[in-house]
């Protein structure tokens, strides 16, 4: 009875949570929004391993030759919860908003081969940004005009993928998969224009972008047993892709009295522009020394050419390449210890540090010519605490983190993540034998 009202709940509350702001950083003004982690729990709780992970209990989507590793069906629902506070100069703003992490089952049709189905947001934007000035609006008198700038939206992914393991010899093996990611969402910006002064119209412009589109990437995974240990060594790569787009774009002028707004005129109407959402080519590489159940140590690198990032034809300076630095972990302390449960917990940590996809030296406004490439630093650790008399696991874990840059007008955030999951495991396609 307990483990279908879990079901119950981890099903229903995406719908409690899906339709809310996944960030409110300014910095998800630009470029497709803030990018998201890649990797469910049990990544992310070791700084975001996952390029040489061949976990057999646990989804890895980051690489896909990682699904032919499985022995189990493995279900997994992830969600987070996250706290900001948002610095610039003597001004202070704390968020609290929750979000999906992802959803995911794979399970192995064979001893080499499974496949899997997940969905994970991909990007998300969420900003509300306004400033005022006094400007001369004509040769005599002054006015202060507002801009506002809002945004909200993201991209998300659909994940379809398989694998398959060829047994070179007792101790080798070599697995390759490809996920096919069907890429969705809507991007919207709304820039407004708003003169306090009489005999002046306000201006809006409504922008959105709406993607659908298909796209491929592949992985490979190398395992090889060295006396009682295993090194695996992982590789992923996505290439350019071309993402199907449209765009709407809707600007006309207003006026206010008091808390009324009356309509002006039409300035642009222009619907359904077809065009592409140009994704860059991204490639990572991985290398992990494990010994199965009881603990791993590993490092990735993940690297993305977002300086080709290209929306309609056209590129912008602020976009840079994409550094990522990963180094991470798991402990078992004695994953067969019928006595003691705490034995049986997988303790993870890590920490990663990723540099670019954002030039501040680019923005306007920016009076340092020093700043560089967004920078972001993580440190993360998490439970995996197994389910009595289950295959199954409840994960729990915290992730701290700081970016951006107190320099000129910049923004610093800091912020903590804190994630939870349910992975279930159990064993599909069983045959019955009758005695």
Not at 82 to 111: A, R, V
Not at 184 to 203: K, M, P, V
Not at 230 to 250: A, C, H, M, R
């Amino acid at each position: 009875m307990l483990k279908s009202r879990l079901y119950i709940l981890f099903f229903l509350f995406p719908c409690i949570i899906f339709g809310q702001f996944n960030t409110t950083s300014p910095y998800s003004f630009y470029g497709i929004g803030n990018l998201h982690q890649t990797g469910l729990s049990q990544n992310i709780f070791m700084g975001g391993i996952s390029n040489a992970l061949n976990d057999t209990e646990n989804l890895n989507f980051q690489n896909p030759a990682s699904y032919s590793f499985l022995n189990l069906t493995s279900v997994e629902l992830a969600f987070q919860l996250s706290h900001y506070n948002m610095k610039q100069g003597d001004l202070k703003k704390t968020d609290l908003f929750s979000n999906i992490i992802g959803l995911g089952i794979g399970f192995p049709l064979s001893k080499h081969a499974s496949i899997s189905l997940g969905f994970r947001p991909h990007s998300s934007i969420g900003y509300n940004i306004e400033y005022s000035s006094f400007q001369s609006v004509n040769k005599l008198d002054l006015a202060e005009i507002t801009y506002n700038f809002s945004g909200n939206g993201g991209l998300n992914k659909a994940i379809l993928g398989a694998a398959y393991k060829f047994k070179i010899n007792k101790g080798l093996s070599i697995s390759t998969g490809f996920n096919l990611n069907y890429y969705f969402g809507t991007i919207s910006r709304i820039n407004a224009i708003e003169i306090d002064s009489t005999g002046f119209n306000n201006y809006r412009e409504n922008l959105s972008t709406l993607v659908r589109d298909f796209q491929l990437n592949y992985g490979l995974i190398i395992d090889k047993t060295i006396n009682d240990k295993k090194l695996s060594i992982g590789f992923v790569f996505s290439p350019e892709s071309q993402l199907k787009s449209t765009e709407n774009l809707y600007s006309h002028t207003y006026t206010l009295s008091g808390q009324y707004e009356y309509f002006g005129d039409t300035i642009y109407d222009n619907n359904q522009e077809q065009g592409f959402m140009q994704l860059p080519v991204s490639m990572s590489a991985g290398i992990n020394l494990y010994k199965q159940y009881n603990w791993l140590i590993g490092c990735d690198y993940n690297y993305t050419n977002w300086d080709n990032y290209k929306l309609f034809n056209n590129s912008v300076d602020y976009i840079d390449n994409l550094h990522e630095f990963i180094i991470g972990g798991y402990f078992t302390p004695k994953f067969d210890d019928i006595h003691n449960y705490w034995s049986r917990v997988q303790y993870r940590l890590g920490v990663s540090y990723s540099s670019g996809y954002l030039n501040l030296n680019n923005f306007e406004l920016v009076q340092s010519s020093n700043v560089g490439l967004l920078k972001d630093y993580k440190i993360s650790f998490g439970l995996g605490m197994p389910i009595p008399k289950n295959k199954s696991q409840f994960n729990l874990g915290l992730q701290f983190g700081y970016r951006g840059s107190s320099e000129s007008i910049l923004i610093d955030e800091k912020y903590i993540n804190f994630i939870f999951s349910m992975t279930f495991n159990d064993k599909w396609f069983k045959k019955r034998k009758i005695d």
